[in-house]
């Protein structure tokens, strides 16, 4: 399972290059995420089921057809802490927030996430599981099935990746590792920074005093990769366009249909009469092609034999 240390960190976009990456090497993989919440999201094909977009942009990557149980809890949000709820692809309610922490999600929600995981499991070699924001929200965190509950239910290794663009990125490896209950840090193997500017050998001292304290190895350090994947969280845009979309959201909501976003010719658009996308035919990227670049920059940066041998197993 991939984590992060905030939401952000590219825990998307690192599955996404993980996915390819064991693909090509042969195994039949698939991504997963227990709960997704997503404004952006995919109509599978021949259904009127949905999943986020980012795992049917991940399921590109494995060369796998879309499926519902790859997110199996879908959260569309309304605005006043409503979500219009999505459980295996299909509309369940409108929820609050505190309604879905106190009635649904250890109940109902990670019984049909563990479903879906198995379903996936009877299919496929590996399964490349993505957690939410971070494991250390300790505000929630005895309801969050998307990063170490989930993880501690099916012995999931876990990834911890911390994104140093923003700063303080070896103050939240600490933190996160310090705040997570001593069961769930057996459960991290490796530790990955990403989106890294200049010469990498600056941080190995850092590195160095961070392993001494936490006792888990850094596996790599991945560069800022430029690329056309669609990003599903503003999160991850660069600065600029952040600070023009915060400005313009409430706006974009209304009118997703003439979002700008450039998507493969079998992901598809929002359009703002429906629960699903419309399809769409924008085919100026080659999203495949771009992926496999990503998954080559990514690869090259991390240490990928130890993964498969010491992780992966």
């Known amino acids: 399972m991939i984590q992060g240390t905030s939401s952000g960190a590219g825990k998307s976009m690192l599955v ?26 995919y109509k599978i094909e021949n259904t009127d089921k949905v999943i986020a977009n980012a795992q049917a942009i991940q399921a590109l990557a494995c060369r796998a057809t879309p499926d519902s149980n790859m997110n199996p809890i879908l959260l569309k949000p309304i605005g006043n802490s409503k979500s219009r709820i999505y459980t295996n692809g299909e509309f369940l309610s409108v929820m609050e927030a505190k309604d879905y922490y106190s009635d649904f999600v250890l109940d ?80 991290v193997k490796g530790i990955i920074i990403n989106k890294f500017r200049g010469d990498n050998t600056i941080l190995f001292p850092a590195i160095k005093k961070i392993e001494s304290k936490i006792s888990k190895p850094f596996l790599g350090i991945i560069p800022k990769i430029d690329h056309n994947i669609p990003k ?31 998507y493969p010719q079998s992901i598809k658009k929002n359009d703002k009469t429906n629960d699903h996308q419309e399809a769409t035919d924008q085919s100026d990227i080659d999203i495949d092609k771009e992926i496999s670049r990503f998954a080559e920059k990514v690869e090259s940066s991390i240490n990928m034999d130890h993964i498969l041998k010491k992780i992966i197993g």
């Open 16 to 41: 996404t290059a993980l996915c390819r990456i064991l693909t090509n090497k042969g195994f039949k993989v698939a991504p997963f995420k227990s709960q997704n919440m997503s404004s952006f999201t």
């Open 108 to 187: 109902k929600g990670l019984r049909i996430a563990l479903d879906a995981f198995g379903e996936l499991r009877r299919k496929y070699e590996i399964i490349i599981l993505e957690g939410a924001g971070s494991p250390a929200e300790i505000n929630i965190q005895k309801y969050d099935v998307a990063n170490m509950i989930f993880a501690k239910k099916v012995n999931a290794p876990v990834i911890l990746v911390s994104d140093i663009e923003r700063g303080g990125c070896f103050a939240s490896i600490l933190g996160t590792m310090m705040l997570l209950n001593p069961s769930h840090q057996r459960l």
């Open 232 to 262: 599903e969280d503003s999160l991850d845009r660069d600065s600029n366009d952040n600070e023009i979309r915060q400005g313009q959201k409430e706006r974009e909501r209304e009118r997703e249909n003439k979002n700008k976003r450039t």
